[in-house]
């Protein structure tokens, strides 16, 4: 897969949203323009907490899509302004190496709940 043009510079101070009570679900889309990603492509979220929390993505066609149910996302867990980052890791394919790549950098945001 060309990486040209898709830009794999992180995007920095990027927060990522969670709220007690709700389950988190995000997705990520390639642009329109660009194609799948390759089979076997990988995606993780990792919350730097005192014992790493990682979630791992579904990849399926453009879409990088990351669940995670309520009772793993509270404060207590996960509190407000711990950092993360977001990869992706694109398989080999010859003659090009496994490449992972940073997506997002940030920090936890807890937002309230909606009543």
Known sequence: MSCDGFGWEPIEDEPLRLTDGQDFYEVIQLPRNTGNWPALTTAKIVIATTAPITWDATVAGR?????????????????????????????????????????????????????
């Open 63 to 115: 879409e990088l899509r990351f669940y995670a149910a309520k009772a793993a996302v509270t404060a207590a867990l996960i509190p407000h302004g711990t950092p993360y980052e977001m990869f992706v890791t694109i398989p080999a394919e010859s003659p090009t190496p496994e490449l992972t790549y940073k997506l997002y950098r940030g920090a936890i945001r807890r937002t309230p709940v909606r009543g």
